[in-house]
């Protein structure tokens, strides 16, 4: 929207709730709020009480007074392997402009997959590459490595060629051999083909180092001007990051198409809350003409066919499906309550969303036709911005009890729950890699946002991604390259 204000932002995506102290945040359902009780800009009212608020007879379980969380940080067992830097002389602009970017995002890779720990290189012995007997082969698991990844690259006129063997050290056999060529700009891009076909050949599937992270950014606000956001994409690492639209206003809450190559977002450019559809690249660019109001937090089906978002009828949210041409308007929710932050099962046969039916905001699941509304989220008092897992077992979401928000897993099936984020600020917006191996959220820290990526299953040190400006909202693509 043309010259909105904060106040009018914070209406329409995760708002940042504030009275005497900081309460969280959540997507649609304090917005709402905001619209219903509020006549004038420059007040959010908080949440009306669980004994105050709007409900309907449903079932589940009463609303539980502490939160039950179980921490982890226990993985299954990694293989131990070793990457020791190539040994053949090469020119210091090479080694600027490809060997070192190659073996740090190559290292990077494969320590924060999960599958993989790397030997401390200090133990690495000199030269036996590739070992040729068995007491060169012990000298190299005595650095605690049962693998050994031996890559060499060399120079092919603007190009570099980069071949690597992988050693099974107990047997002194070679169990994967590839060669790959590529501009040399793109050396961080051929490490991360290789730390995939690395984790293919242990686990069966690729590695999510070569998938994309859409998100939303202020990083262009200009001094004195309105607020304005807008959506970029980058490497799951934070590498590459591209800006996608351009429409100098609030551009928020993206989520990828199944195919990965267009993007679903919520948009003030028609003034008002609406939703949009642009390519990855920023073409094709076009509206998704909906009647209702307070349009937000859109999200795709799996077939790619219809969105569902939540949009606000004569002040209350409710969940909509709509296809993309504005077709086939649907609505699934019919509650006084605040019903928002719709997310697809992936299967496409369930959504899960936020609703204060019961009290505070929780997670509940509905089937597509809307019916069979059930709690999910039985801990904490305040539950919001579900995620389904790749294989649909599992829901990432931000949860609180007590402070600050962190990220919640919990397995569907037994009710397990696991919070994997930890450390200060409040930690929103969890959205899975296609592997299912990472979730990558948003971390605010004092006036600062960032995004950050860490581990499902909370083991390791999340890694903040981001730097440049505020970052909000992201979304992983769902394919794996």
Same mark, same amino acid.
């Given at each position: 929207?043309?010259?909105?204000?904060?106040?009018?932002?914070?209406?329409?995506?995760?708002?940042?709730?504030?009275?005497?102290?900081?309460?969280?945040?959540?997507?649609?359902?304090?917005?709402?709020?905001?619209?219903?009780?509020?006549?004038?800009?420059?007040?959010?009212?908080?949440?009306?009480?669980?004994?105050?608020?709007?409900?309907? *007879?449903?079932?589940?379980?009463?609303?539980?007074?502490?939160?039950?969380?179980?921490?982890?940080?226990? =993985?299954?067992? @990694?293989?131990?392997?070793?990457i020791p830097v190539t040994i053949a002389p090469l020119s210091p602009e090479l080694q600027t402009k490809a060997v070192d970017p190659f073996y740090t995002t190559l290292s990077d890779d494969l320590a924060g997959s999960g599958v993989f720990v790397v030997a401390d290189p200090a133990l690495y012995p000199k030269g036996m590459r590739p070992p040729k007997s068995r007491e060169e082969g012990d000298a190299w698991k005595a650095t605690s490595a049962q693998f050994l990844v031996d890559t060499r690259l060399s120079p092919d006129g603007g190009n570099v060629i980069v071949e690597a063997l992988l050693w099974d050290l107990g047997t002194l056999k070679s169990i994967m051999g590839k060669t790959y060529t590529g501009e040399t700009r793109a050396a961080r891009r051929i490490a991360h083909t290789l730390a995939s076909d690395l984790v @293919?050949?242990?686990?069966?599937? *690729?590695?999510?180092?070569?998938?994309?992270?859409?998100?939303?950014?202020?990083?262009?606000?200009?001094?004195?001007?309105?607020?304005?956001?807008?959506?970029?994409?980058?490497?799951?690492?934070?590498?590459?990051? @591209?800006?996608?639209?351009?429409?100098?206003?609030?551009?928020?809450?993206?989520? /990828? !198409?199944?195919?990965?190559?267009?993007?679903?977002?919520?948009?003030?450019?028609?003034?008002?809350?609406?939703?949009?559809?642009?390519?990855?690249?920023?073409?094709?660019?076009?509206?998704?003409?909906?009647?209702?109001?307070?349009?937000?937090?859109?999200?795709?089906?799996?077939?790619?066919?219809?969105?569902?978002?939540?949009?606000?009828?004569?002040?209350?949210?409710?969940?909509?499906?709509?296809?993309?041409?504005?077709?086939?308007?649907?609505?699934?929710?019919?509650?006084?309550?605040?019903?928002?932050?719709?997310?697809?099962?992936?299967?496409?046969?369930?959504?899960?969303?936020?609703?204060?039916?019961?009290? =505070?905001?929780?997670?509940?699941?509905?089937?597509?036709?809307?019916?069979?509304?059930?709690?999910?989220?039985?801990?904490?008092? /305040?539950?919001?911005?579900?995620?389904?897992?790749?294989?649909?077992?599992?829901?990432?979401?931000?949860?609180?009890?007590?402070?600050?928000?962190?990220?919640?897993?919990?397995?569907?099936?037994?009710?397990?729950?696991?919070?994997?984020?930890?450390?200060?600020?409040?930690?929103?917006?969890?959205?899975?890699?296609?592997?299912?191996?990472?979730?990558? /959220?948003?971390?605010?820290?004092?006036?600062?946002?960032?995004?950050?990526?860490?581990?499902?299953?909370? !083991?390791? =040190?999340? @890694?903040?991604?981001?730097?440049?400006?505020?970052?909000?909202?992201?979304? /992983?693509?769902?394919?794996?390259?």
């Open positions: 929207m043309k010259g909105n204000s904060l106040n009018e932002e914070r209406r329409e995506e995760k708002i940042s709730l504030k009275g005497e102290e900081r309460a969280g945040r959540v997507s649609l359902v304090a917005a709402a709020f905001a619209l219903a009780a509020m006549p004038l800009l420059g007040q959010v009212p908080k949440p009306t009480s669980p004994s105050s608020a709007p409900s309907t *007879p449903a079932s589940g379980n009463a609303q539980p007074s502490n939160i039950d969380l179980t921490l982890t940080g226990a =993985t299954s067992a @990694r293989r131990p392997l070793a @293919r050949q242990f686990t069966g599937r *690729p590695g999510p180092f070569l998938t994309k992270i859409a998100f939303s950014s202020d990083r262009d606000r200009v001094a004195g001007k309105a607020v304005v956001k807008e959506i970029y994409t980058m490497d799951f690492d934070g590498e590459n990051e @591209r800006r996608v639209t351009y429409s100098h206003t609030l551009s928020l809450a993206p989520d /990828w !198409s199944p195919d990965g190559k267009s993007l679903v977002y919520q948009s003030y450019e028609k003034d008002t809350p609406g939703l949009w559809l642009v390519g990855k690249d920023g073409t094709d660019k076009r509206p998704i003409p909906v009647p209702t109001q307070l349009n937000a937090s859109p999200s795709f089906s799996p077939d790619g066919k219809t969105v569902a978002f939540c949009g606000s009828v004569k002040g209350n949210t409710e969940i909509f499906t709509v296809q993309m041409d504005g077709s086939k308007l649907r609505r699934l929710t019919e509650n006084v309550a605040i019903d928002s932050t719709p997310r697809w099962s992936p299967n496409g046969r369930e959504l899960a969303f936020t609703s204060n039916r019961q009290g =505070t905001p929780q997670i509940f699941m509905m089937d597509l036709e809307g019916a069979n509304v059930r709690r999910v989220s039985l801990a904490g008092n /305040w539950n919001d911005e579900a995620s389904f897992s790749p294989d649909g077992g599992r829901l990432a979401f931000a949860c609180r009890n007590e402070g600050d928000f962190q990220i919640c897993v919990m397995d569907l099936a037994s009710g397990r729950t696991v919070q994997i984020s930890s450390g200060p600020g409040a930690h929103e917006g969890p959205t899975w890699s296609p592997d299912g191996s990472k979730i990558a /959220w948003e971390v605010q820290r004092g006036d600062s946002t960032q995004i950050a990526v860490g581990s499902a299953d909370g !083991s390791g =040190t999340a @890694r903040i991604v981001t730097s440049s400006g505020n970052n909000f909202s992201p979304s /992983w693509v769902k394919t794996l390259e």
